[in-house]
């Protein structure tokens, strides 16, 4: 089985590398790339196939995709914030990419299971109690609207049975590397940073501001059991979060560090209202189809802060 | 003001263009683009800048949109049948172009109005008792995925206000010339070919099938007067269509034709899922703007039976 990873040197990219070399041994070959390899752990990537470039680059994805992959990842993305102001390489990451990623699959490997990092940024600011795969969508940002069309091109070709496709809607993920700011939702990380570090923590967000979490191990493990449905579940997926308040999350980092958190708080209209302001999670579905997602805030709190995948 | 009509050869297209040239004569230039114009009616465009060619090739594109527009049409599209077979083709035409167009268009003339001719098929198999905009898509063709994707992409340019943006989700329009074959829906303009010459019409869905029926006249109206909307109206609007029976618009045919209709109905599940089980339509946004549709359903019998705009 040949399986190709892209944005394999990003916070989400590097953890499912690292756990896709270490617990699947069987694996005939595993392919990286990303535009650079400059993390920290390629000794851990022994058997990989790492292979760096540019993949809007018309003739260097032909020649990636040139042996023919069972299973891609696809997480190669610009973040939010970024995309909204270089707004052509946003439209070129984050749409024309995925979507010639897709089509070349199909036509090169028909079938292939093609798993995607979508994100719930596709919602926009959303008037319901609760959020479901069902929940209309309205997209406040490029990355969302791209993220949406995404999805929907890759299910059309599901529909057509050209792909096999599964699009995960991932929230912020935690704790990622501060040198990761170009997303809005780059504040999250920020706090398990500065409290991990027993320092002082500017919230731009109130305590009150209701966000949605996920551990880089959970969701790992979402994209890995995405790789093991049944091809008839539905394309679109929201994944596990857990719901719950700034005020909360730092309770748990301060039951975790065993130190009591120094926080001021603020209030930037603009990320509580896109980050701050989310309904409950319904994601019944996704856990009717065995995604489990973090066990709780504190076992959250702990993988946040210690930064890996296990 | 400048104003560009694409697929302007077309059923829509040449109605949009001869209404144009008739009555708008403040105009200071309108120009008509479709890769080829072969219709019967040029001796009435006079005035107006016929640009034969192809718009999937960049370079033409580019020339064409070199003095900047105003208000842009875009109609221009590879029909739902044939996109469905031809799928390259269909996403070339009904996808990438579309977002190239409007690309470039907001690069050239910030603001400009795109008024885009989307369609009903967006929506896909619909659980609702009553259609509107904010009924949940699920496109059960490529041309519905791809109409969807653009609306999400034109949005999102009106959002950053690089565009004034109006997606119209038209149902099928009767009646179509025979020729236009491509198109699922064309048995509904059959219908009034074949009453109309009062030929026996074999209908391959049942009496009981329930369509969104539009005239041409009457989507002729509704783009036009998309154009003189305020730009802060939401981007996507589902313009009144009247939702009626097969048996109801046969019955409405008669009362123009003065002769009893003969029809076999049948039954092709796959039409009659995707043009013959709509719900009601619920209009009320668009009414609200303005839009007025068809008045009745012998108005649009009549309309459709005279083949012309007016």
Not at 91 to 106: E, F, G, Q
Not at 230 to 257: F, N, R, W
Not at 286 to 302: C, H, N, P, V
């Amino acid at each position: 089985m040949r399986v190709l990873v892209t944005g394999a040197d990003g916070f989400l990219g590097s953890g499912l590398a690292r756990r896709l070399v270490g617990r699947v041994p069987q694996l005939s070959r595993l392919t990286l790339t990303d535009r650079h390899f400059d993390g920290p752990d390629h000794g851990g990537l022994a058997g990989a196939d790492l292979v760096p470039g540019d993949l809007t680059d018309g003739s260097f994805l032909g020649t990636l995709l040139e042996p023919g992959f069972d299973v891609i990842f696809h997480l190669a993305s610009l973040p939010g914030a970024q995309a909204e102001s270089e707004s052509e390489r946003g439209r070129d990451i984050n749409l024309t990419l995925p979507m010639d990623l897709a089509w070349r699959t199909a036509a090169r490997q028909p079938g292939a299971r093609f798993i995607f990092a979508s994100s719930i940024a596709v919602y926009g600011a959303v008037d319901a109690l609760a959020i479901s795969e069902a929940t209309p969508t309205a997209p406040a940002i490029s990355y969302g609207a791209h993220k949406l069309m995404t999805e929907i091109f890759l299910s059309d070709l599901a529909r057509r049975r050209e792909l096999s496709v599964f699009s995960l809607r991932f929230p912020g993920l935690v704790a990622r590397p501060p040198a990761e700011s170009g997303h809005g939702s780059a504040f999250m990380s920020l706090m398990f940073h500065k409290l991990g570090a027993g320092e002082d923590f500017a919230s731009p967000v109130p305590a009150s501001a209701r966000c949605w979490w996920m551990s880089m191990a959970a969701a790992v493990e979402t994209l890995l059991h995405a790789a093991t449905l049944s091809s008839d579940a539905p394309t679109v997926l929201l994944p596990p979060a857990i719901c719950a308040t700034m005020a909360e999350m730092a309770q748990a980092i301060a039951t975790v560090t065993g130190r009591d958190p120094s926080i001021q708080w603020g209030y930037d209209a603009r990320l509580t209202g896109i980050f701050g302001s989310m309904p409950k999670i319904d994601a019944s579905l996704a856990r009717r189809l065995g995604f489990a997602g973090d066990a709780d805030l504190t076992s959250l709190a702990r993988k946040a802060l210690s930064g890996g995948s296990s």
